[in-house]
């Protein structure tokens, strides 16, 4: 036997030995009677070499009537959709609004950016960044000048008012292009491509801060999510990296930004979700990472001595005070296969917050014959003890090259529905026919509104507290309602309402299972 023959085996038996391990669950299953139903969608992305093969998608109201509708972006040549229930399926209603582009699509965020009570929307492509600003539901396309870093592109767009002055600020994620990417490139920083801050000027023109504000990054970023850490009322910024570690930032409330120390490894990092899952009232972190799909020795590049990376998966439990603690194994989440987007929402309606998480790595040929099915967690108390537990059951597997969850309401009945949105294969859908009680909020999208915390008191106690996150998953807005679950409860004592500004708000005995609007 040859070296090279002996060497091909050994490589196909440990890559046989990962995809079995990739494709089971480390964690037990929970069993559920399934709660949700499958409808059919009218949209299918294309990835066309050349670009990279990622969508992008946000949930939009287009037009004020209280149903939202969701965007997808195409692949290069393709045009995006623009999706609306109707008549138990997600129609293409994209034709005749003007919101497409035949670049390549990646990320996007569906936001109130001039103030006029039409949401907005931008839009990162292959070919730059841009507004879609919304007149009653038709758009008009304006480019937004980036000062992009020679062979990059613009993977997505974060908004946050970070000084306080009443309008939008950009932070744009930037990405080394598809035809010089390199996978597992630690240390060439002419490989790594800094992330952009732009500061409104108040009239939808911007300034580069990225220097001055101290929010370069180090590497190249797949999502960066404005979050307000320390319950301050100012939004900090968390930087999910490839081949980096993850980088937080703090708002010292002067446009300027402090990088937090943390314990971060390199790793892939690409989704981030953002909850309280411990019920402590502030938000905790999520990071995907490429799991066990792929032995760690392919993945270790231009890795130099004394530099480590990691597989697993990451969730740091906030502490309080910029301190967090990695609580992956504690809540049951390693030894998991490789996973890109991942969302916080209760989806059984039982009070806990659960753990939705899209997989498979398209240009891996191990998951091009044996997919992931993508991972639907319920939260559960075992032994004292809160975890995550897989439940395939639910009826919402995904064997297809995942990107992202969003969640949306699309029958408008207060229960948070479900979309997979795909690379290179269809978007899936599925409604919520959950039976417990629920509290659904309806925050404006607006730029005033983001960083809004919000949480309830019932008999029990004071359940989690949810923010308004702007593009938690992967390349994803999701919606802007905030639904908060009873189980078998038939009443609120009240919803606290802590707005950025300082702002208290307390609604007393608020009707369940209907949705409230706040302004």
């Known amino acids: 036997m040859s070296i090279n023959l002996g060497f091909r085996i050994t490589i196909s038996l440990v890559i046989c030995l990962f995809l079995l391990s990739g494709c089971a669950s480390r964690s037990a299953v929970i069993p559920v009677l399934a709660p949700f139903t499958q409808v059919p969608v009218d949209f299918t992305h294309v990835w066309t070499k050349g670009a990279h093969p990622f969508t992008g998608a946000s949930v939009i109201d287009i037009d004020g009537d209280g149903q939202f509708e969701i965007f997808v972006g195409g692949g290069a040549g393709q045009h995006d959709a623009l999706l609306s229930y109707r008549h138990g399926r997600l129609v293409n209603i994209e034709h005749g609004t003007g919101l497409s582009n035949t670049s390549a699509t990646y990320g996007s965020t569906a936001i109130d950016m001039d103030a006029d009570g039409d949401t907005d929307l931008i839009v990162a492509r292959d070919n730059g960044v841009y507004f879609y600003l919304n007149d009653r539901g038709r758009f008009q396309e304006r480019p937004i000048p980036v000062n992009l870093p020679v062979d990059s592109v613009p993977f997505h767009v974060a908004v946050s008012d970070i000084d306080h002055d009443g309008d939008g600020d950009l932070y744009v994620s930037v990405f080394v292009n598809a035809k010089a990417f390199r996978s597992a490139t630690f240390n060439d920083p002419m490989h790594a491509k800094p992330n952009r801050m ?10 580069d801060i990225t220097e001055s504000s101290g929010t370069a990054s180090r590497q190249n970023t797949f999502l960066s999510v404005f979050v307000d850490l320390d ?26 930004f402090q990088p937090v120390a943390t314990k971060s490894e390199f790793g892939f990092w690409m989704g981030l979700a953002v909850g309280d899952i411990d019920n402590d009232g502030d938000q905790d972190l999520f990071f995907t990472n490429v799991g066990e799909s792929i032995p760690l020795f392919l993945t270790s590049g231009d890795l130099q001595d004394g530099q480590r990376h990691t597989h697993e998966w990451m969730l740091w439990r906030n502490d309080g005070a910029f301190h967090f603690t990695d609580v992956t194994k504690t809540y049951r989440l390693t030894g998991e296969g490789f996973a890109w987007g991942a969302v916080f929402e209760d989806l059984n309606l039982d009070g806990r917050l659960d753990l939705l998480v899209a997989q498979n790595y398209i240009k891996w040929p191990v998951h091009k014959l044996f997919k992931l099915s993508g991972r639907t967690y319920l939260q559960s108390n075992e032994h004292g003890a809160e975890a995550f537990r897989h439940s395939s059951s639910l009826g919402m597997g995904n064997t297809y090259f995942g990107q992202s969850p969003l969640i949306v309401d699309l029958d408008g009945d207060g229960r948070q529905d479900l979309l997979w949105i795909n690379m290179d294969g269809p978007v899936r859908a599925f409604l919520n026919t959950t039976r417990n009680n629920y509290v659904t909020l309806v925050i404006p999208d607006t730029v005033s509104a983001l960083g809004t915390r919000v949480s309830i008191e019932t008999e029990n106690g004071r359940s989690y507290t949810r923010a308004v996150v702007g593009n938690v998953g992967m390349l994803t807005d999701q919606t802007p309602e905030l639904t908060f679950g009873l189980g078998n409860l038939e009443r609120v004592r009240r919803v606290l309402i802590h707005r950025p500004n300082g702002q208290t708000e307390i609604l007393s005995s608020p009707p369940i299972n209907t949705k409230i609007m706040l302004n």
């Open 198 to 207: 732009l500061l409104n000027n108040g009239d939808l023109t911007f300034v």
């Open 231 to 256: 319950s301050d009322g100012w939004q900090d910024l968390v930087v999910s990296q490839n081949t980096g570690a993850v980088e937080v930032f703090r708002n010292m409330k002067d446009r300027t």
